[in-house]
């Protein structure tokens, strides 16, 4: 459910404000951004909060070990048909190879939307 932009419910550091500005050079260079640090330090709800902020629709996928490539095949198609973002969560449970067909998705994807 979207429910439109709000004011940011994070508290604006330095870290926080450096994320949002590297998120947002990914976005014009049509790209992927990967944001990684410690457990519980805010990725995810700095992701949704610049979702929110642009009004994007931002979901997130908790990555298990039973993440297979059927799952991201369809994940990936609902996004690019609605346009969202997607937040995929706990990426190191996901099996190398899996990763690898997936950075090669992304990067199609990102290809197309740039040749657009």
């Known amino acids: 459910e979207f429910s439109g932009p709000s004011l940011s ?11 949002r500005m590297t998120m ?4 014009q260079s049509h790209t992927a951004s990967l944001v990684v640090g410690p457990a519980a330090s805010g990725k995810t709800e700095t992701i949704l ?5 642009l009004w994007r ?16 095949g369809k994940i990936l198609t609902g996004l690019i048909l609605v346009g969202g973002w997607g937040c995929f ?13 997936l950075s090669q998705h992304l990067r199609s994807i990102s290809n197309a939307v740039s040749e657009r």
């Open 24 to 27: 947002m050079d990914s976005l």
């Open 57 to 72: 629709l931002c979901v997130v996928y908790n990555c298990a070990e039973t993440f297979n490539l059927r799952s991201l």
């Open 89 to 101: 969560d706990n990426l190191m449970k996901i099996h190398h190879s899996d990763l690898t067909v």
């Open 49 to 53: 909060d610049l979702a929110r902020s």
């Open 9 to 19: 419910r994070l508290i604006l550091t330095p870290q926080v404000e450096r994320g």
